[in-house]
């Protein structure tokens, strides 16, 4: 079990520029959540798949965000004509739904780190 | 919707002194219940759970926490900190297979 991984962890952009954040989950985990975490806040949900297909979508997420999940294992999230307001981290967690259960526990990677200039 | 408060924003505690950081959650039915510890920088760790069953959790680090339906809270505690505890903690709220909702995290400082 190597955890959550997240990739790149800093990433410095400029104002409308587009950014492609990506996360591994743990292997057996089918189920894949985004958040954002503003400074001062608790992360906010974002997106979350089961396998490929993206089930639920924040009001937060704008229509210059997407997330795609193409094979059901690593995830990626993109944010285009970035803006200083997207200045956030950014955190995958993953959890495994087995048998109709789901094991319920997220697991969050490190984070990406966001700064629009 | 759930909601999760936090209402310490800061909390200072001196080394080996007992901690209790207080959070009160809102939701229809019975919650699933987190607490997560986040180092500058860092990702999200799990300390503690609450599913169903005993109502008082264990978890890592000597952290433990009470579940409360009549005060709908999910208070964590530690009878002696450390200098290596100090973090942000998150209060958690969760729908089962669902997104989780944080709470806006206390910042725990300890003193020599």
């Known amino acids: 079990d190597t955890g959550v991984s997240q990739d790149p962890r800093h990433k410095i952009t400029k104002r409308g520029q587009n950014v492609t954040f990506r996360c591994d989950p743990i292997s057996e985990h089918n189920r894949l959540y985004w958040y954002r975490q503003t400074l001062g806040q608790g992360p906010e949900f974002l997106t979350y798949?089961?396998?490929?297909?993206?089930?639920?979508k924040s009001r937060l997420l704008s229509d210059r965000f997407s997330a795609e999940r193409p094979k059901g294992s690593f995830s990626t999230l993109e944010i285009q004509r970035t803006e200083q307001g997207d200045s956030a981290m950014y955190l995958c967690?993953?959890?495994?739904?087995?048998?109709?259960?789901?094991?319920?526990?997220?697991?969050f990677g490190p984070g990406t780190r966001l700064l629009v200039l | 919707a759930q909601s999760v408060t936090q209402p310490d924003i800061h909390i200072t505690v001196s080394e080996g002194a007992s901690l209790e950081l207080r959070c009160n959650y809102s939701y229809g039915a019975t919650p699933y219940l987190f607490w997560y510890v986040q180092s500058p920088g860092q990702g999200l760790q799990l300390l503690l759970k609450?599913?169903?069953?005993?109502?008082l959790v264990q978890g890592i680090k000597g952290f433990e926490a009470e579940f409360k339906r009549s005060q709908s809270s999910f208070n964590l505690r530690k009878p002696s900190v450390h200098w290596s505890d100090a973090a942000e903690y998150f209060c958690a709220v969760g729908v089962r297979g669902q997104k989780v909702t944080f709470g806006t995290g206390t910042k725990l400082q300890v003193i020599p």
């Open positions: 798949f089961q396998n490929e297909a993206q089930l639920e």
């Open positions: 609450y599913f169903s069953g005993d109502t």
């Open positions: 967690a993953s959890t495994r739904l087995a048998g109709g259960i789901t094991q319920e526990t997220q697991y």
